[in-house]
Nanobody, 118 residues
């Protein structure tokens, strides 16, 4: 059973930076797709970034500002030039296999809040 625990959220002013961390344990497959998602009340969860051994992808709104990295047992999301619209609960997630189409994320952390003030 894969377990994920996020940390690193907080409150910053627009233009600031944060680094989110996700401690991952319980790997049972050789390859996983790992991702960061975010959600605000009343809106659907949005995929922010994802990574596997072959590729990294970002949603358009964070390209050039956010960087996802995988250090083995810890997944990071480096967030620079934060904007008020980045305010959300951020979740890390995992699923076996690569990040190709057709899969669904099965494992989720509890989330960490990011608040960006103008």
């Amino acid at each position: 059973q894969v377990q994920l625990v996020e940390s690193g959220g907080g409150s910053v002013q627009a233009g600031g930076s944060l680094r989110l961390s996700c401690a991952v344990s319980g790997y049972t497959y050789d390859n996983y797709c790992l991702g960061w998602f975010r959600q605000t009340p009343g809106k659907e969860r949005e995929r922010v970034a994802e990574t596997d051994e072959y590729s990294i992808r970002y949603t358009d709104s964070v390209k050039g500002r956010f960087t996802i990295s995988n250090a083995g047992n810890t997944l990071y999301l480096h967030m620079n030039n934060l904007k008020p619209e980045d305010t959300a609960m951020y979740y890390c997630s995992a699923r076996p296999g690569d990040c190709g189409p057709g899969g669904s994320f099965a494992y989720w952390g509890q989330g960490t809040q990011v608040t960006v003030s103008s």
